[in-house]
C-alpha cells in the first residue's frame, strides 16, 4: 500500500513527544503549509535535506562502514502528485544552507566526478528521474553511471583515471533525491536493476494525493528557522556511533531477524534483494535521528532505544512502500514484455526469428530468462510456435493467421 497521511501525523506526534525542536517534523509540517503533495514526500524529503548537512564523520558499522548518506525516489502520477514540487521544496532550503552541496542530472560520469572533486558532500536533485533512467540504461553513452554511482554510494577514497591524469575523490558522501512516475520506472527497469545493487541503494516512496489546496501558506518564519536549525546541524561535528544501548540493541536485533526472515521468505526475488538493505537504511536513519534529537554526537556516542524504534518505525515504512512498487510494477512489467517479444516477431513478418533477435531488438532490452518466460507462455497459449531450428514465429507450421499484440 502506499503511506497514507495519518501513518506520517502519527509519526511526527512521537517525534515531538519524545525530543524537542525536530528539524524532521517541522520540516514535514512547512511541506503540509506549501503543497498538497502526499505528506510521504515531506518525510522523504526532510530525511534527505538532514543527510545533506550531516557531518561527513557521522557514521555505524553494520558490517561494514555505514554513512549518513540518503537514496530516495519519490513516485506519483505525473501532475497532480506534485512530486518535482516536493523535491524543489528541500531544493529551496539547501540552497540557503550551502549551494554548492548541490548539483541537478548529471551529464556525464566525468561531470559527476567533477562536482564530487568541488564539493565531496553532494546531493543530486533529479526532478526527472524517468528520462534519467532511460539515458543510463543499455549501452548508451551514460550507461557506466549506474556503476558509478553504486561505487560513490559507499562514500570509499576513489581515484577517477582519465587518459593523462586522474582525480582523487576522499570519502565522498552523494545523497540523491528524485522524482518518477511508475510507468517510467516500470519502461526503464529490468529485474537485475533490482535485484543487483542500484535499486537496493535506493528507498521507494510512493504516495497518493489526500488533499487539495485552492492556496498554500508561505510561511517564511518556518522556512527560516528551518534554514538555521540546518546550518547548526552542518556546523555540528560528529563521529562514529559506538554502539546501542542494551535495550535498543535487544530491539534491533528482533526487528533484524525478523525482517531477515520475511525477506528469506519471499517468493518475490525483488523484495527479497532489494528489502535485504533495509537494515542499512534503518542504521542510516538513526545516525540522523540522533543529530536531529541534538544528542552530541561529536565524541563517543550510543544510539537509545529511542532512536532505534522511530527507526525501525521509519524503515518499516518504506519496506512497506517498496513491496507496493514492487507488486504495481511486476503487474505490468510481464504485459510489456509480451507486447515486445510480439511486436518483433510481427516485425519480421513470415521469417523465423531467434531468441538472440528478440533480445537485440527489444527496446529497453529485456533479459533472457525475461523472454524465456514470456516465449514459454505464448507456446502454451498457442500464440507462438517454436521451430525445429529453435526459433520462434507467429505462424504454425502449415500457415495462418498472425497473433495480435
Known sequence: MTITEKQVHALCSDIDAAYNNSFLTTYIGWHWNRTDAPLVYGLATGLTVLASNADPGLGAYLGGRVNANLWGIVVGPSGWARKTTAIELGKEIQELVDPSGIAG????????????????????????????????????????MREKMVDLYEGRTFTQQYSHTSREIVEPRLSVLAAVTPAYLEQYTTQ????????????????VP???????????????????????????????????????????DLWSLAIRNQCLASTDRWVSAAGARIQSYAAKVILLLALDSGMDVSREWSATDMHVALAIRIARMAFDGLAYIVNELAGTRFGRERRTVLRVLHAATKENVTLKQILNESSPRMEKRDAMRVLETLLCEGSVYQTGDGCYSLLPPDGGIFTEL
Request: with cysteine; aromatic share 12%.
Open 105 to 144: 542530472e548529471p551529464g556525464s560520469v566525468e561531470g559527476l566526478v567533477e562536482s564530487l572533486a568541488q564539493s565531496p558532500q553532494l546531493t543530486l536533485y533529479i526532478r526527472e528521474f524517468g528520462d534519467f533512467l532511460h539515458r543510463t540504461s543499455g549501452s548508451s553513452y551514460l550507461a557506466p
Open 192 to 207: 537485475t536493476d533490482w535485484e543487483g545493487g542500484y535499486f537496493g541503494r535506493f528507498v521507494i516512496w510512493p504516495g
Open 210 to 252: 489526500e488533499r487539495y489546496l485552492t492556496s498554500t501558506a508561505l510561511r517564511p518564519d518556518m522556512r527560516d528557522w528551518l534554514v538555521h536549525r540546518a546550518k547548526a546541524i552542518r556546523a555540528t561535528p560528529a563521529t562514529m556511533c559506538a554502539g546501542m544501548t542494551p535495550d535498543a540493541q535487544k530491539r534491533w
